[in-house]
């Protein structure tokens, strides 16, 4: 193993010959580097490894291209890890995959990499390293990219019907959703009040996740170290049952929310003039804010709600970069890390892919605050956002629970039986796993 050394500046652009801080051997070598994603990010990632190998002479960076699907690129990373391949070295990982790669013994300790360069770590969201990338005392990844759940709303629509403000509680959003849907629906019978994630799959959890914390409940929880399942809390039941409401009671969320709504539908619904809220992922901001936008200039961004006496949640998301435990270059894997964390590219990952950094400090930079202003208000939520289980068999678990949760949305279970039933699987999940 070559040994860890110096980045000048860990700027994009920054030039030189990159020394071992112990030898003054010049670093060289090749990594591999496995990323998905669309298109235009791939493009991105390109940039960034050849300003990189710019910096570092000598040096090469493969880009190992991943499907842009989140289940395919971690059944990739898995069959690799579990091969024991030496390729790829380093990769990013969706924050709900961590629990699994830590587990299973795949991802390289980052401690001894920070304390020999100094690393300063205080530049990150601490929440977030240290509910997700931090496990039993030690450090394996950090973020490169934060997400959150967040409510849009039409500005120009609340104004319209005599609100002043977004929605702080669950009630208050039905409300408003109720008054604007049935004064918009004389001209538009599409209109709905709240378009929000139902269907079966990983963002149904996400949005459940939301809705349980923030009446106060929980998945689960550690006790001697054991993850133990509390999902038919009273608390979760009644969250549940709020979101069955939404859609059958309040009839503010279409019939097709636990069919159909996925992310890109959502957003699609509230871009075309469909929708009063809209509970989405903070890339939805640059699309609703487009030039072929039928809603630009007329969207806000706000916490999520909550339930009375209980504070606003925000299901933790985004990918983070870690090195495998099979890799064998680790130190040109850490410079990598180093640089892509690096002031300079976190502001670039901002101003031309509108990713929200893992790092605290680009949120206060004139330039990323002059094109995303919205980031300003967002820093608070990831700042408090909450991270599903971080639990090995956590795929599992969402499996359990997406399905419990979408039967209840469709009026084939009680909220009740639906979460008596996944709170039944996943202990003789947990059974299963710890033997």
């Given at each position: 193993?070559?040994?860890?050394?110096?980045?000048?500046?860990g700027?994009?652009?920054?030039?030189?010959?990159?020394?071992?801080?112990?030898?003054?051997?010049?670093?060289q070598?090749?990594?591999?580097?496995?990323?998905?994603?669309?298109?235009?990010?791939?493009?991105?990632?390109?940039?960034?490894?050849?300003?990189?190998?710019?910096?570092?002479?000598?040096?090469?960076?493969?880009?190992?291209?991943?499907?842009?699907d989140?289940?395919?690129?971690?059944?990739?990373?898995?069959n690799?890890?579990?091969g024991?391949?030496?390729d790829?070295?380093?990769?990013?990982?969706?924050?709900?995959?961590?629990?699994?790669?830590?587990?299973?013994?795949?991802?390289?300790?980052?401690?001894?990499?920070?304390?020999?360069?100094n690393?300063?770590?205080?530049?990150?969201?601490?929440?977030?390293?240290?509910?997700?990338?931090r496990?039993?005392?030690?450090?394996?990844?950090?973020?490169?990219?934060?997400?959150?759940?967040?409510?849009?709303?039409?500005?120009?629509?609340?104004?319209?019907?005599?609100?002043?403000?977004?929605?702080?509680?669950?009630?208050?959003l039905?409300?408003?959703?109720q008054k604007?849907?049935?004064?918009?629906?004389?001209?538009?019978?599409?209109?709905?009040?709240?378009?929000?994630?139902?269907k079966?799959y990983?963002?149904?959890?996400?949005d459940?996740?939301?809705?349980v914390?923030?009446?106060?409940?929980?998945?689960?929880?550690?006790?001697?170290?054991?993850?133990?399942?509390?999902?038919?809390?009273?608390?979760?039941?009644?969250?549940?049952?709020?979101?069955?409401?939404?859609?059958?009671?309040?009839?503010?969320?279409?019939?097709?929310?636990?069919?159909?709504?996925?992310?890109?539908?959502?957003?699609?619904?509230?871009?075309?003039?469909?929708?009063?809220?809209?509970?989405?992922?903070?890339?939805?901001?640059?699309?609703?804010?487009?030039?072929?936008?039928?809603?630009?200039?007329?969207v806000?961004?706000?916490p999520?709600?909550?339930?009375?006496?209980?504070k606003?949640?925000?299901?933790?998301?985004?990918?983070?970069?870690?090195?495998?435990?099979?890799?064998d270059?680790?130190?040109?894997?850490?410079?990598?890390?180093?640089?892509?964390?690096?002031?300079?590219?976190?502001?670039?990952?901002?101003?031309?892919?509108?990713?929200?950094?893992?790092?605290?400090?680009?949120?206060?930079?004139?330039?990323?605050?002059?094109?995303?202003?919205?980031?300003?208000?967002?820093?608070?939520?990831?700042?408090?956002?909450?991270?599903?289980?971080?639990?090995?068999?956590?795929?599992?678990?969402?499996?359990?629970?997406?399905?419990?949760?979408?039967?209840?949305?469709?009026?084939?279970?009680?909220?009740?039986?639906?979460?008596?039933?996944?709170?039944?699987?996943?202990?003789?999940?947990?059974?299963?796993?710890s033997?």
């Open positions: 193993m070559l040994a860890v050394s110096v980045v000048a500046s700027c994009i652009g920054g030039g030189g010959t990159t020394t071992s801080t112990q030898t003054g051997e010049k670093l070598g090749k990594i591999v580097f496995a990323v998905g994603g669309a298109p235009n990010e791939i493009e991105y990632w390109k940039g960034v490894i050849a300003e990189f190998e710019k910096a570092h002479p000598g040096v090469k960076v493969e880009l190992k291209r991943q499907a842009t989140t289940e395919q690129r971690r059944l990739d990373l898995v690799a890890l579990r024991k391949s030496s790829p070295d380093v990769f990013l990982m969706d924050v709900a995959w961590l629990g699994q790669f830590i587990a299973s013994g795949w991802l390289e300790p980052l401690d001894d990499y920070v304390k020999k360069d690393y300063n770590l205080s530049a990150f969201f601490q929440s977030v390293v240290n509910l997700a990338d496990q039993n005392g030690k450090l394996y990844a950090l973020p490169v990219y934060i997400d959150a759940g967040l409510l849009y709303y039409r500005t120009d629509l609340l104004k319209k019907y005599g609100y002043s403000k977004p929605p702080e509680t669950w009630q208050q039905v409300e408003m959703a604007i849907q049935a004064g918009e629906r004389k001209e538009n019978p599409n209109f709905w009040g709240f378009v929000w994630q139902g079966q990983e963002g149904l959890v996400c459940f996740v939301e809705y914390y923030s009446n106060g409940g929980s998945l689960g929880e550690f006790k001697d170290g054991k993850w133990v399942p509390t999902l038919n809390k009273p608390e979760n039941v009644q969250a549940l049952q709020f979101m069955v409401d939404l859609i059958h009671k309040y009839k503010i969320s279409p019939p097709n929310t636990y069919t159909e709504m996925t992310e890109e539908p959502v957003r699609l619904t509230f871009q075309q003039g469909n929708a009063a809220f809209e509970r989405n992922w903070p890339y939805a901001w640059g699309l609703h804010n487009a030039d072929d936008s039928p809603v630009k200039g007329k806000g961004v706000a999520l709600p909550h339930f009375p006496g209980h606003s949640a925000a299901t933790l998301g985004g990918w983070h970069i870690g090195i495998s435990k099979y890799s270059n680790k130190a040109l894997a850490w410079e990598f890390i180093k640089f892509v964390e690096s002031y300079s590219v976190q502001k670039g990952f901002a101003m031309n892919l509108g990713w929200n950094p893992g790092r605290v400090d680009v949120y206060d930079d004139p330039a990323v605050v002059a094109k995303a202003p919205h980031l300003k208000s967002l820093r608070k939520v990831f700042e408090n956002a909450v991270p599903r289980p971080v639990v090995p068999y956590y795929p599992q678990l969402s499996q359990i629970i997406q399905k419990y949760v979408n039967a209840a949305l469709a009026g084939k279970m009680s909220p009740q039986e639906a979460l008596d039933q996944a709170q039944k699987e996943a202990e003789d999940l947990v059974k299963q796993y033997g």
